[in-house]
Each structure stands twice: as structure tokens, then as C-alpha cells.
């Protein structure tokens, strides 16, 4: 088709003017787009005894005492006591009124500067867009809403008798299934308070909740649909000390299997490129080693920071909200990024504004500051006061460097068991087909502590250790994994010449045993390479008992002697070669 030239030329201005006219909103959407970065997003896990996410028993308020006919709260004095409102959220919209000038008590003293009131209310509670009375208060007029969220009110309820809760769980030598839990089970709920409280953590990045190895449960079970956590489906009825481990009057401790859990949670997240990093919320003795382990396990260039607490929430001034934020912070400030991008720290611990080596943190005292770095050498990264801000950069391998990290560990490995004095070596499958690391992986690692005043007559005896003896029997028996290490003094991890011969019996019997200083040994445990043992360089005895477990994973039993009380040289031989295995792990992790 032919059309003339000024037809052509108008056609073609006009409907560049209309097509121009049609994309430039969408040009201005896809600039501002372009200039708007994507929020950041951070996954939560909670860990077991926590008590970062424990809260003080609910007590029954006194205005419920008032409603119910109940006796009201007093002091010792006499004195009605101030109720301590909780937050809960409303069912239906409610309109209060607030006093002017109350929020702080020099409001008042410059009233001349804000804004009018919305209206008054009299003596009677009667309010008026307009003032009657001097003695009329001004007041706002406020609307709250249930999708407000949060609101601290009086906490209301009672126990099912009719009586009032006044601080207890519940009645005493009642089963754990007519207690109140304590635990929170995901951190939602404390983001959501913290939240509230003025932490502006949902102003800094999104948040996923995982229950990795939480500390409160679903006795009853939850639909989907009421999940505040990641997970699919119904969550079924959970049960204490299989599905949620916390302390207190119905204590069920964390068992070794959940070790493998922790990671599998912590590594699916971190690899599925939805994060910023990730944070740890577990009890105040515990998360020393956790965060280690992670720090050792979990294949991510990203960072992982854990937090803990030394007060419920719900004491004054509860510590482990302030962790939370700065582990935030210290998340979102990418201080923990070396040139390439990729976390140069390892797993941390944000604590107390101090940014802690995994390795070396270790709880010293149960206050808030309590913990302290281990080892002689470092353990302290830097700071959150001033920063967050780096002053030393470890020369450790942890996370996407570490040489045992469950991407490097083996499918399976051969274990070792003796039974009737007759050896065999089973199949221990470490990961199943998604790369996931199995909970009967899991080593069994015994720690030994030593003495050096036990020898009675001066000659050591291998035969009158009857508890390492014991352990030796029981690892080979029912453990195809097993490991021990042994605490000896410093600087050296002396043990007495008796349980140096029974750990030596061990090693015969292909059984790995490290060797460490007792308590926060300030140095390096030498290495000496005519001993039988892995020097356990200056790690605590629970962290080179964790980095034993992984080492097993990966490096598997000691070549065994077939005579373990008269070996060869040759078998000897290729112990230590194994032993170097070990060895290099130890001065490098």
C-alpha cells in the first residue's frame, strides 16, 4: 500500500504522540522500579531451651480480680499493686480516648506548640467536640483496630477453676499436658513485639520463621492455615523432647540426633537465594556450640549470627530483644563481607553489642555480658556500639570454605563396631539423596575429663580405668561413628599415665580421640606427632568435640589393630597417617 507523503508524515506524528502518551507511565514505573531496591529478607530460626524466646508467666490482671470477684493483687503493705499489661490483640474495633499531654511529663510545659485537641471529656467520662467545664480534659479520639496489631492491655485470663493465675504454670505436680507453655514457638510473635516496642526491625527487612529445633510446641497440633512459621501442611500433635526441647519445671534437653536438623534447616534456606543472612536463637549454654557448628556445617556465603538471652522477656529490661536488632544490623551492614562478596567472619554471635567468634564464644557467667572469648588468640570480631564495625578478620575455615561441610561430606563412609572381639564394618549412610545430612549420622562422641593424682602406686595401668574402659566397650558395641575427647591440664592436656594408656587402647581400637586443655586454656595444645592423639589446637572440649563429630563425617573410623593390646608397627603407621587427616582439620577449623 502506497499513501502520499503528507498523509503518511501526520499518521506518523500523531500516533507517536498517542503511543508516546500510552508508555510513559510505564517508562516512569520501570525507572522508579529501578530505583527502588528490593527489601531485604532474613530467616529466623529458633533453637531449643531458649531464653530469648521465653516470656514470664502470665498473671491474672487486677481489673479481671475486679470483674470475677477475685481477690486483687497487693504488696506486702497492703497497697493494690499496678497491673502489668500484656500484649494481645483486640477482636473488633474500639474507640479511646487519651489524655493530652501525658505521653511525657514536660508536654505540658510547651502545649503552646501542638496541634488543638480532638474534643474534651468531663468528670462523667462524657466526651465533647467542644469544651463545657475548665475542668474538661483534652483528649485525642482514637480508633483501634484489630489489624493494628498489638496493643499492651490487662490480661484477663484465669485458670479453668475459676481462680486467678498468679505467676505459675500451673498447679503444682500437674502433667506437663495442663501446663502453660512459656516458649514461644517460632519468633514471630517477639518480632512482632519488638516491633511494637520501637525496634523497627520490620522497617530494616522482610522475615521468615523456621522451627529448626524450637522450644514450644503444638500439643494440639496447627492447621496451615494458622502456621506463623515456613512449613507445608498441618503441623501434627507435637510432643516434649521429641519435637520441642525447654527447660523449667518440665525440662526435655535437646538430643544429638537434632544436630543434623539444625543444619538441614539452616542450609535449604540459606541456598534457595531468598536471604540476607540468617539468625540463631537458642538458650544462653548452648548457642556457643551451635553457632560453632553451624559455622562448621552449613555450605552458605552468607551470614549467620547468634543470639541469646540471660532475662525472660517480660523482665525489665529483657536483653535478648537488643541482641535481636543488632543482629539485624549486623546482618544488613554487610560488615561481614570480604571483597568477593561472600561472609569472611563465619558464624557469629552478636551479643551484647560485641560481634563474637563462634569458634572462641563461650558463656562465662548467666548475666547479660556474661560471655567471653576462649582460646588466648582473638574471638572477638568487633563491635556494634560504634559500628558494626570489624577490627579482625579469622584465618579459620568455616562455612563455604570449611573442609567438612555437608556438601563435602561423603553419602556414606564406612564405620567400624566390635563385638566378641570381632570387628565389622558397617555402612553408615551420612546424607539421602537430597544432599540432606541423616540424624543417625551423627557421631557419638564421649568427653573424659582427666586427673593426674589417680595412678595409685605410680605405674600406669590401662586395666584400672574401669570408666574408660566402659566407654571404649560401649562406642564400639552400639556406635559405627564413635569419638572421644579427652580434657587434660594445661597447656599440654596432661592426663594421667593410666588414662593416657586407656585413650591409647581406644586409638588401637580405631576409635579418634582428641586431646584438649582443661577449661579456657589461653594457648595451643602442641602438636606431637609421636603420640597416638589429635592435638585440639586451643578449642574448648565442646567445640573440638563438635568438630570431632563433623571430622568423623567425614574422614570415618582409625584403622584398627587386629591385636589392639600387641599392634604393629605397620598398623601404628597407618593410625598416624590417619591421624594427619585429623590433625590438619583441627589446625585449620
Known amino acids: ?75 506486702p503493705w497492703g497497697h493494690v499493686t499496678t497491673d502489668w499489661p500484656r500484649y494481645q490483640r483486640l477482636a473488633a474495633p474500639v474507640t479511646v480516648y487519651i489524655e493530652m499531654y501525658t505521653a511525657h511529663p514536660l508536654e505540658a510545659d510547651v502545649k503552646e506548640i501542638y496541634a488543638p485537641p480532638d474534643g474534651y471529656v468531663n468528670a462523667k467520662g462524657e466526651f465533647s467536640k467542644t469544651r463545657k467545664s475548665p475542668a474538661d480534659k483534652p483528649v485525642y479520639e482514637v480508633t483501634l483496630k484489630p489489624e493494628d496489631g498489638l496493643y499492651a492491655l490487662p490480661y484477663m485470663g484465669r485458670q479453668a477453676n ?87 519445671p518440665y525440662a526435655a534437653m535437646q538430643v544429638r540426633s537434632k544436630l543434623a536438623r539444625s543444619v538441614n534447616f539452616v542450609q535449604k534456606a540459606l541456598a534457595s537465594g531468598k536471604y540476607a543472612g540468617a539468625l540463631w536463637l537458642e538458650g544462653s549454654p548452648s548457642v556457643e556450640d551451635s553457632a560453632y557448628w553451624l559455622g562448621l556445617l552449613v555450605d552458605t556465603p552468607l551470614p549467620i549470627a547468634a543470639n541469646s538471652a540471660h532475662r525472660n522477656r517480660g523482665e525489665i529490661s529483657p536483653d535478648g530483644d537488643g541482641n535481636i536488632v543488632q543482629s539485624v544490623n549486623y546482618i544488613l551492614s554487610k560488615v561481614w563481607a570480604g571483597e568477593n562478596g561472600k561472609n569472611q567472619l563465619g558464624a557469629v554471635m552478636v551479643q551484647d553489642e560485641i560481634i563474637y567468634s563462634g569458634r572462641e564464644v563461650q558463656k562465662a557467667d548467666a548475666h547479660p555480658g556474661g560471655y567471653v572469648a576462649t582460646g588466648g588468640y582473638g574471638g572477638i570480631f568487633g563491635s556494634m556500639t560504634a559500628g558494626p564495625y570489624v577490627v579482625d578478620i579469622p584465618t579459620r575455615k568455616h562455612t563455604w570454605k570449611s573442609e567438612v561441610r555437608v556438601t563435602q561430606l561423603p553419602a556414606r563412609i564406612d564405620g567400624l563396631i566390635r563385638r566378641n572381639g570381632v570387628f565389622t564394618t558397617p555402612s553408615v549412610d551420612i546424607k539421602n539423596a537430597a544432599g540432606e545430612l541423616l540424624p543417625t549420622a551423627i557421631p557419638k562422641v564421649a568427653m573424659l575429663q582427666g586427673d593426674i593424682w589417680t595412678d595409685e602406686d605410680g605405674v600406669p595401668d590401662r586395666a584400672s580405668e574401669k570408666g574408660i574402659n566402659a566407654t571404649i566397650d560401649m562406642l564400639l558395641a552400639d556406635y559405627p561413628l564413635a569419638g572421644i575427647v579427652g580434657e587434660g591440664l594445661a597447656p599440654y592436656s596432661n592426663m594421667s599415665g593410666s588414662q593416657d594408656k586407656a585413650l591409647e587402647y581406644a586409638v588401637l581400637n580405631g576409635i579418634p580421640v582428641v586431646k584438649t586443655s582443661r577449661g579456657d586454656a589461653r594457648g595451643l595444645v602442641r602438636v606431637n606427632p609421636a603420640n597416638l592423639f589429635i592435638e585440639g589446637n586451643n578449642l574448648t572440649t565442646t567445640k573440638a568435640r563438635l568438630l570431632l563429630t563433623a571430622a568423623i563425617m567425614k574422614l570415618g573410623p582409625f584403622p584398627h589393630a587386629a591385636d589392639p593390646t600387641h599392634p604393629t608397627q605397620a598398623e601404628t603407621d597407618a593410625i598416624k597417617k590417619k591421624i594427619e587427616l585429623y590433625q590438619e582439620i583441627f589446625e585449620t577449623h
Not at 517508562?27 to 522500579?33: D, M, P, Q, S, T
Not at 481462680?163 to 510473635?189: I, K, L, M, N
Request: glycine letters at 10%; hydrophobic letters at 35%.
Open 1 to 75: 500500500m502506497t499513501l502520499s507523503a503528507p498523509a503518511t508524515w501526520d499518521g506518523f506524528v500523531r500516533r507517536g504522540l498517542l503511543l508516546s502518551a500510552a508508555l510513559a507511565p510505564i517508562l516512569v514505573n520501570i525507572a522508579a522500579a529501578q530505583t527502588i531496591p528490593v527489601k531485604p529478607r532474613i530467616a529466623v530460626f529458633s533453637g531449643p531451651t531458649a531464653t530469648i524466646q521465653n516470656n514470664k508467666p502470665l498473671i491474672t490482671s487486677n481489673k479481671a480480680r475486679e470483674k470475677y470477684g477475685l481477690p486483687l493483687r497487693k504488696d
Open 162 to 248: 475459676g481462680q486467678a493465675w498468679e505467676g505459675q504454670a500451673t498447679r503444682p505436680g500437674a502433667p506437663f499436658a495442663e501446663a502453660r507453655q512459656t516458649f514461644v514457638p517460632d519468633a514471630s510473635r517477639i518480632f512482632e513485639e519488638i516491633e511494637r516496642n520501637g525496634g523497627e526491625v520490620y522497617q530494616k527487612a522482610d522475615y521468615d520463621f523456621y522451627r529448626a529445633v524450637p522450644a514450644g510446641g503444638y500439643t494440639k497440633g496447627l492447621p496451615h492455615a494458622r502456621r506463623t512459621d515456613v512449613g507445608e501442611g498441618d503441623i501434627p500433635p507435637e510432643k516434649l523432647g521429641e519435637d520441642f526441647f525447654s527447660y523449667g
